[in-house]
């Protein structure tokens, strides 16, 4: 049986997009971190991995690229991409009046996709940062106190109708929770990389992702991209991220489109080689969209 | 006298960048969020405004870049920059053992740079994310209860003692708390933004920035950098964002050597504009470094 690590806990947009991949004949397996997740399929304690890696509306999922660059020599490759549209919920009580709302808990992606929502439907509510949007449902049933413990002022609990959670409408099934639409007139997607160990089979259309630096002087940038601009290769993506050893010196993500087993592509690879520093193809695999 | 605007509470890095470049004349004004402070600049309640816009190790500060693309039509520009040497120390109770803290509160970005840090020295402790590193510090004599409130366990609170928040050494004088400094042998800068409403002296090494959205064709990005290799200006950053209006369109973030009054600059720009659906030159201003 195939064994899929994810960013967890169950039942995020992770482990949907996962299943989507997988179906339901896979083997599923939840890690805290985006790293756990890696040193799962570097383990070989499982054959794939699932992490996200970019938002339409936040952006770069920093952590999965950090990881890329942090563990330059990990065996672990891109093997492919999976991309799911977003619906936000607020998940309140069944009993609950939204209105009344005096806490809402979220993932910081989440609560950032939601914020003008929020400032104009909730705008008094306290805003709560959670791991997960998983999380934040289960901190609706539990019991919290309101504000510090002054030892002049009584205790006072906040109940289960006063706190809601951003998250996915499926998770308030089975639970005493409803869950309203979050209305968003922009597209709001999110891109998870397959991870694993070997190479995908071509397919119709594919990209390839790379990471790379860059010798420090004028003009290094725009002699890396010259080689593809030539063969006629398409840059569908760029993204860059601090070297994290020296102030103000970056590594770049670049994806194009094509198949790294592909002549022109190769040809493209070697001549770019010349002007990094350090270049590594994380992996090629087939276009989805 | 002339009005400061900066990214709050007081005592944080960002006032202390603002102090630095503004001196001990100026009038200081703290406002909670980048937004708030683009608004009082916007709204002349301040004659400038310091916000950060990128750290050498976490990368680019998404909330002020995407304030750039939010108010395209903004009369806000870069009027300058200000770079900190980052330095983070653990801030501790006078009489706490360091070992024995519990929770650590801090700024998500400090939290993120000192993880290594924390993983091998307070592997145990929670750690706590707060708004600033300021609140941080406060958050030690705050009465604080520890876990969630169970009817069945009696309330337990945790002292001071076993509280500590990492925040610059400075934050801890006139109180009862020491500091103890976070080693870190990577380059821990943070870079800030002067904003303004009109344009700086030209310095004698000058830099541009600007935000471009580019016609969606194969090469774009290349095409859109040829004008500045022709002219020999050097490129010293580029920095992509989503566009939040469709899913995987961008932004990008230029900053190039040189000032937007030299010719050779404004015959490169004017070419710029031929391959960008926007175009907006931010503000060109003395290099710091």
């Known amino acids: 049986m195939t064994t899929i690590a994810y960013l967890g806990p169950e039942h995020t947009n992770t482990h949907v997009a996962a299943r989507k991949r997988f179906g339901t004949r896979a083997k599923y397996v939840h890690a805290p971190t985006v790293d756990d997740v890696f040193h799962l399929v570097e383990r070989q304690n499982a054959d794939y991995g699932v992490?996200?890696?970019?938002?339409?509306?936040?952006?770069?999922?920093?952590?999965?690229?950090?990881?890329?660059?942090?563990?330059?020599?990990?065996?672990v490759t891109i093997y492919g991409e999976v991309e799911r549209l977003i619906h936000h919920c607020l998940?309140?009580?069944?009993?609950?009046?939204?209105?009344?709302?005096?806490?809402?808990?979220?993932?910081?992606?989440?609560?950032?996709?939601?914020?003008?929502?929020?400032?104009?439907?909730?705008?008094r509510a306290e805003r709560i940062e959670t791991n997960s949007t998983a999380e934040a449902v289960s901190e609706i049933f539990k019991t919290t106190l309101l504000g510090h413990l002054d030892l002049t002022i009584p205790v006072k609990e906040i109940s289960a109708a006063e706190k809601a959670a951003i998250a996915r409408g499926e998770l308030a099934k089975g639970k005493k929770l409803r869950a309203i639409p979050i209305p968003d007139n922009r597209e709001n997607k999110t891109r998870f990389l397959i991870l694993g160990l070997g190479q995908t089979k071509r397919g119709r259309r594919n990209k390839t992702s790379m990471l790379f630096s860059l010798k420090d002087r004028s003009g290094a940038l725009y002699d890396a991209l010259t080689p593809f601009k030539r063969a006629g290769i398409n840059l569908t993506k760029i993204e860059s991220r601090p070297s994290k050893k020296k102030a103000w010196e970056y590594y770049f993500f670049i994806d194009l489109e094509g198949h790294q087993s592909e002549p022109r592509v190769k040809r493209a690879l070697k001549a770019l080689e010349k002007s990094t520093l350090l270049l590594k193809v994380l992996g090629s695999y087939p276009i989805t969209r």
């Open 91 to 123: 998940i309140v009580h069944q009993g609950a009046k939204p209105k009344l709302v005096k806490r809402v808990y979220s993932h910081p992606q989440a609560l950032a996709q939601c914020g003008a929502w929020l400032d104009k439907n909730l705008p």
């Open 51 to 75: 992490v996200p890696i970019e938002n339409s509306l936040e952006g770069a999922v920093t952590h999965t690229l950090d990881r890329f660059i942090d563990f330059k020599h990990s065996p």
